[in-house]
Structures are given as structure tokens and as C-alpha cells.
């Protein structure tokens, strides 16, 4: 990450590759992950979304969470693989399992509109409320405005029959 970053040495985005090249043919996941963002975003390397979703890939299938969001975010995109929103929701189920928030606010946007999964505005809530104990507060907190205006006002009695006392029919109707 040194070179990547430039931590205490000028950033050199191609000895970073080259480095993380080495890592992630030997099989670190960290390594995996941060190639397929080098490949994805053509730093120290030609851009390719195909080989970043590759390399995303391998460190996913390793269990790193941070892969399997921006694999899934790949898969709802059809970008650098084929459009699947059922395994896009299947990778961010996993990521949000191990805390990320960044799964947790994509698995909400699918449920808040029903892409892939079954769309619930309640479960969309409950995880974009986790999303922003997570760290995720801007973005989850912009999707529950969302919901908000989505959502119908409910009284407590709504659907509830209700025993009045002491009215009139007259007074009921307004007359």
C-alpha cells in the first residue's frame, strides 16, 4: 500500500501494480482486491473492467468483503461481467454478513427497488439504519429520506375498527 498511497514514498502507481501483481498471484486476498481496483480505475496499469472484476473475483471467492461489494456492484452494472442482479444481491448478502458497510447500503438499494430481491421497504430501512451505525451516515441516511416519501403515513388505527362514544352520526358526517 505504500507506493499505491504514497506512505513515506512518492506514489508510484506502477511499482504499486507491480507489487500487488507479485502479492495477488500468491494468493493475498488484500492483493486480489486491490489490483482489480487498480485495473478498474487504469491506475499503473491500461484500464480494464473485465480483468478488475476478474481479481475482485479471486479475492471474494477468498471471502474479502470489499470484494464481494464491488463484484457485486459489477454484476447490478454489467460492467466487466455479465448484468446479474441475483448474484450481485447473493455478493453484497456476503459483505454485509462480515459488517461492510458499503454491501450493507447496496443490498438496501436493492431491496428499495426490488432488484433481485423482493423489494421491502422495511428490510431496505433496517439496512440502512445498520449502514449507518456501519459508517456509511451520508448515503444510508439520503436512502431512508427516500423511503421516507415512499412510504404512506400510517395511523395507529388504521385498519383498526374503532368504537366512538358519545358522537352523533350527524356530528361524524359533519352535519
Known sequence: DIYGFGHGVAQDDVRAFE??????QQGDA???FNLGNMYW????????????????????????AFAQGELGKAHLAGKGVPRCLK????LF?????????TSTVSLGICYTGGMGVDMSLAEARRLFELAVV???AE????WLQKINHMTPPEGPLLGQR???CGLTTAALNGT
Do not use: F, I, N
Open 87 to 90: 448474484r450481485g444481491v447473493e
Open 162 to 164: 374503532v368504537a366512538l
Open 134 to 136: 456501519r459508517g456509511e
Open 30 to 32: 488484500k492483493s486480489q
Open 19 to 24: 507489487l500487488y501483481m507479485q502479492a495477488a
Open 41 to 64: 480505475a487504469g491506475r499503473g496499469c491500461e484500464q480494464s473492467d473485465e480483468r478488475g472484476a476478474e481479481w475482485w473475483a479471486k479475492a471474494a471467492e477468498q471471502g474479502d
Open 93 to 101: 448478502k456476503l459483505g454485509e454478513a462480515q459488517g461492510d458497510a
Open 139 to 142: 448515503e444510508a441516511t439520503g
